[in-house]
């Protein structure tokens, strides 16, 4: 069974309308209301105004600049063909090359006309006003993303939990049959969640952030922490004990992935395992000393995967 989207939706009511509404204003070309529409329909709120000023801009400049030159040239197609080396490059430099097709549409009404009047203008821009308000009206409604969101953190989650285990796991048994899959999947979730946040926040004409949004951002900050961590356990040459303490904190952090914040009970048993390592004595080589140091790189990044926890909301503890 195959899934029709909202958008989808808003156009098969949309375009219907917009021509009842231009007929019953007994507009010229009423026909071209739907297609104004069409084209207006939008993922966003704030993309659908975006959308609309572009359009509703570009259509002025089009019927100035094609009003002129039908007039002091002829209504002929080559002038159309001029009128758009002319206007084309205006709107790229405008920023608004979203107007060039709508544009289009009034211009080669005005060249069916074959004459240029007050009327005429008057019927483009009802006829342009209806199309694109017709559009935005519909583009006020906007489902809510929440549950798509809460899904993809859920999974998030749950591949960051598999990843932490692997490692811990790593570390105390120095086992490795991980195929690895959870890797590849959390870079596209966090693509996909990014994308899904980016909408909701422009679906919000009065709201530049969204929880969603900064929740993501963080994740996959630490996402990348734990892409470093992984070829970096690989060189670390520690002792049984050493092995034991670090990957019993990964095992913690792989039962504690959630939402809330409780980084601060863990950066104080890092701080534990950094005191207990400290004690130790200092390597006598060089092998040891970078065996060491590999270590302690380790111990830096588990703490900045802590510290971007920490500082996305107030802790929970």
Request: proline share 3%; glycine share 4%.
């Amino acid at each position: 069974m195959f899934k029709v989207g909202s958008r989808t939706i808003k156009t098969a009511i949309g375009a219907p309308v917009a021509i009842m509404i231009a007929q019953a204003l007994q507009l010229d070309n009423a026909i071209s209301a739907a297609i104004l529409t069409i084209l207006c329909i939008q993922v966003t709120r704030q993309r659908s105004l975006q959308t609309a000023w572009y359009r509703f801009y570009a259509c002025m400049i089009g019927i100035a600049v094609a009003g002129l030159l039908f007039e002091l040239i002829a209504y002929n197609p080559l002038v159309i063909g001029l009128i758009l080396i002319i206007f084309i490059p205006i709107t790229v430099k405008l920023g608004i090359t979203e107007g060039i097709i709508t544009s289009t549409v009034i211009i080669l009404h005005l060249y069916g006309e074959g004459a240029l009047s007050v009327s005429i203008v008057l019927n483009e821009i009802v006829l342009l006003t209806v199309g694109l308000g017709v559009a935005l009206i519909l583009n006020m409604y906007m489902p809510s993303l929440d549950s798509e969101l809460e899904k993809i953190r859920d999974e998030l989650e749950e591949n960051f939990s598999k990843i932490l285990r692997e490692i811990a796991n790593y570390l105390k048994t120095g086992e490795y049959y991980w195929s690895g899959h959870e890797i590849t999947e959390t870079a596209r979730l966090i693509e996909d969640a990014n994308e899904l946040a980016s909408r909701d926040v422009e679906n919000h004409l009065l709201r530049r952030h969204h929880p969603f949004y900064h929740y993501f951002h963080m994740r996959e900050k630490q996402f990348d922490i734990l892409e470093r961590m992984l070829p970096l356990i690989s060189r670390v040459d520690a002792t049984e004990d050493e092995y034991n303490y670090i990957g019993e904190l990964f095992e913690e952090l792989a039962d504690h992935v959630h939402p809330g914040n409780t980084a601060v009970k863990y950066l104080e048993k890092l701080n534990q395992i950094r005191k207990k390592f400290n004690k130790e004595d200092l390597p006598d080589d060089r092998e040891t000393f970078e065996q060491r140091a590999n270590l302690y790189l380790l111990l830096n990044e588990i703490e900045q995967y802590l510290i971007l926890k920490r500082s996305y909301k107030k802790s929970d503890i």
